[in-house]
């Protein structure tokens, strides 16, 4: 199975994404390393990255896939091209995709998050709230079924919704 994570930066997705992987023993491939470690090993952040990263966590993904297991991918997912390359993955592999989107209804506390959120990734800087609030009005609107969780949520009650909803879903 594929697992495509999708919601705004500090909405929780990648803890979400993290806790999922411990659950199901799956790998997350989560795009913002990748595009720190392109920026550490000289490429220039006025080159397209984010796209770049997205490729590459699409081959990892792929890999994964092919051995067989579940690939989790932890992305913002923001616009319909990078859904349909989780799609076409997906497709291409004959596994089911599923994705979930985690969301924070609670704005205040979103900012909050983010604002104080360090993950440790070399030479990644975090978006402002500003950026956020930019990303969140060009967030395509979904066309693919998906599980919606809310962060304001107790984790181990989305991390069972989530479990469930898989379940239902292979």
């Not at 994964?64 to 997906?90: F, K, M, P, Y």
């Not at 604002?115 to 066309?143: C, K, L, N």
Request: hydrophobic content about 50%; some cysteine; proline content about 5%.
């Amino acid at each position: 199975m594929l697992i495509a994570m999708a919601g705004l930066p500090g909405a929780g997705k990648s803890s979400v994404a993290g806790e999922l992987g411990r659950k199901l023993a799956a790998p997350v491939v989560s795009v913002d390393p990748i595009e720190a470690a392109m920026w550490r090993a000289g490429v220039a952040r006025s080159q397209p990255t984010g796209l770049a990263a997205y490729g590459v966590a699409e081959a990892v993904a792929g890999g994964v896939l092919a051995l067989g297991q579940t690939a989790i991918v932890d992305a913002v997912n923001a616009v319909e091209e990078a859904r349909a390359q989780w799609r076409s993955l997906a497709s291409r592999h004959g596994v089911p995709l599923v994705f979930v989107e985690v969301v924070c209804s609670d704005p205040a506390l979103h900012r909050r998050r983010l604002e104080g959120r360090s993950r440790g990734i070399d030479g990644f800087h975090e978006p402002t709230w500003e950026a956020v609030e930019r990303q969140q009005q060009e967030f395509a609107p979904w066309a693919d079924d998906r599980l919606v969780l809310d962060s304001v949520t107790d984790m181990s009650q989305n991390i069972a919704t989530a479990l469930g909803f898989l379940a239902a879903t292979s």
